[in-house]
């Protein structure tokens, strides 16, 4: 008889919505001691799923149908109070953003203790002793319980996140996408701790994940979903090996394969040089006596014309300041940024603004990066209006790039949460080209799409980087992306360069024992 079972669960969603059943008729069996992943694109029904076995839906998302049985108890027929006894003692779960799920103002042995004593009848000393010894079996002997989750990184926010939901030893262990934004390093060890602590406590596992190479890492059994529905599952090697579903088949061919496919370009014609180029940040304000933190340690790099080069590293090792330097969103201390044969780097504003748009940027968030109350059209138009260009002649152009992209120039008139993560992608890359740039930077474009959407937008920038003969730089921590669309790579650590050089030559043999470590780290390398 397996720990948890689904049987033709239907969840509605409210009048509006795209559709009017979140799942139809999902049928799914968790076995004692077994791994299962639940695969599909945002929308498939996947996270519901899951809410709904916690008994955590949103308001206005109701099951309407079918039964889920834990240990032989339906909890859909279980009262409010039953279900509030249940979560954290028998079935808990890891979400995916710990930062959103973490309380900001409470320390990080508060909010584990708290989880303790709101089952336990324990002293909040022994409470947190108890969380000592979690977060310590999690890794973070180091970290102060008074640390609080801002002071931490992703990762260890997300081995705090684990350690909340261990420490009243559940039969269930739900992780909904803890890996998502993560480092491939970073990931590697929070999956590789999940399957520990599975192993160590015999404890069932429901992992929520878009990424296949996670799943052939991790599961026993995979069910895929689409639309609400399970269109395929079954053992991990027979569904990845033999996939007989349409659509399983296209989530397996987008997932990147980590093998480079673009050779180098023949001849490099600069458009940017970046020589010796150095920054810091000093930590504790302007007037503290702490240290300062080097982001960027004497970098140089160069940037041809026509061509794409990677960026990668993991977090904090200088990916994203090298970026903000070279468009000047920050001030380096010291070295060149040349664009073509004009030094920018200690340019001031009023000489640098005429420049400014031939360098563009992409962003990570585009929802974020784009004004929530300002329609697609204003959004795209505001940097040609900022250089003086006719409303007219830029509403012309941004029709135009709205096309380049995919998109309809109907949505010039729709607001940003109207559109899904790849349509807004595609709307602020459209935005960053509507001043014909030279040089275009995208800042993990890519991170948080899934594996199908990204695969579109990956194409599309590689498109419009040969229509239009940009240099890119391209800036991501996946190693797999990288592969699929840069002709070079530099590889960051500790804000500094350890290697670089032609993609197929950084993948074939890395010089580098840390790019070594970055290649070995990739999900579900030797499988898919």
Avoid at 219 to 235: L, P, Y
Avoid at 302 to 309: C, D, K, P, S, V
Wanted: aromatic share 2%; glycine share 8%.
């Amino acid at each position: 008889m397996p720990l948890v079972s689904i049987q033709k669960l239907s969840v509605s969603l409210p009048s509006g919505a795209d559709r009017a059943l979140a799942t139809e008729g999902v049928s799914l069996d968790i076995g004692a001691a077994e791994i299962v992943c639940i695969v599909g694109e945002s929308g498939s029904g996947k996270s519901i799923t899951a809410h709904a076995i916690m008994g955590l839906l949103p308001r206005g998302v109701v099951a309407t149908g079918g039964n889920i049985f834990f240990d032989g108890v339906d909890l859909l027929r279980q009262p409010a109070d039953a279900m509030r006894r249940r979560r954290g003692r028998d079935i808990a779960m890891i979400f995916q953003d710990p930062m959103a799920a973490l309380n900001p103002v409470l320390a990080i042995g508060k909010q584990v203790s708290e989880q303790i004593r709101a089952h336990q009848r324990i002293s909040e000393t022994q409470a947190l002793k108890q969380a000592a010894r979690l977060l310590g079996e999690m890794g973070l002997g180091d970290v102060s319980l008074k640390a609080y989750p801002h002071q931490l990184s992703g990762g260890q926010r997300q081995r705090v996140m684990i350690a909340m939901a261990l420490s009243l030893s559940p039969r269930l262990l739900i992780a909904d996408e803890p890996t998502t934004a993560l480092d491939v390093t970073t990931q590697a060890q929070i999956l590789k701790l999940i399957k520990h602590i599975q192993t160590m406590r015999e404890m069932s596992v429901l992992l929520i994940t878009h990424d296949f190479g996670v799943v052939a890492d991790m599961a026993d059994s995979v069910a895929v979903m689409r639309h609400g529905k399970i269109v395929e599952s079954g053992a991990t090697a027979q569904v990845l090996g033999n996939p007989s579903h349409a659509y399983t088949r296209a989530l397996i061919a987008a997932v990147p394969r980590g093998a480079s496919q673009l050779p180098p370009v023949s001849q490099i014609q600069p458009v940017i040089q970046v020589k010796n180029l150095t920054k810091r940040f000093r930590r504790g304000g302007l007037f503290s006596s702490t240290p300062t933190t080097t982001a960027l340690d004497d970098v140089s790099l160069i940037l041809g014309r026509g061509e794409t080069l990677g960026v990668v590293g993991e977090s904090g090792s200088g990916k994203s300041t090298l970026a903000r330097c070279i468009i000047r969103l920050l001030d380096p201390d010291a070295g060149e940024v040349r664009l073509e044969d004009v030094d920018i780097a200690h340019m001031r504003s009023a000489a640098l603004r005429p420049l400014r748009r031939r360098i563009q940027m992409v962003f990570q968030d585009p929802f974020s990066s784009l004004n929530p109350r300002q329609t697609v059209g204003d959004s795209l138009i505001a940097g040609p209006r900022a250089h003086g260009e006719d409303v007219r002649a830029a509403r012309h152009r941004a029709a135009d790039m709205l096309d380049l992209v995919g998109l309809s120039p109907q949505v010039l008139q729709r607001l940003p949460h109207e559109f899904s993560g790849g349509q807004r992608q595609r709307i602020g890359l459209a935005r960053a080209l509507m001043l014909r740039p030279e040089v275009l930077i995208a800042d993990e474009p890519v991170s948080a799409l899934d594996v199908t959407v990204q695969a579109q937008v990956l194409k599309l920038l590689d498109d419009v980087r040969r229509q239009m003969n940009l240099a890119m730089l391209f800036i991501t921590h996946d190693m797999r992306v990288a592969a699929q669309i840069c002709h070079r790579v530099v590889v960051m650590r500790h804000g500094r360069i350890v290697e670089q050089g032609p993609t197929r030559d950084i993948f074939a043999a890395p010089a580098s024992d840390y790019t070594k470590a970055l290649l070995a780290a990739i999900p579900g390398r030797q499988a898919l």
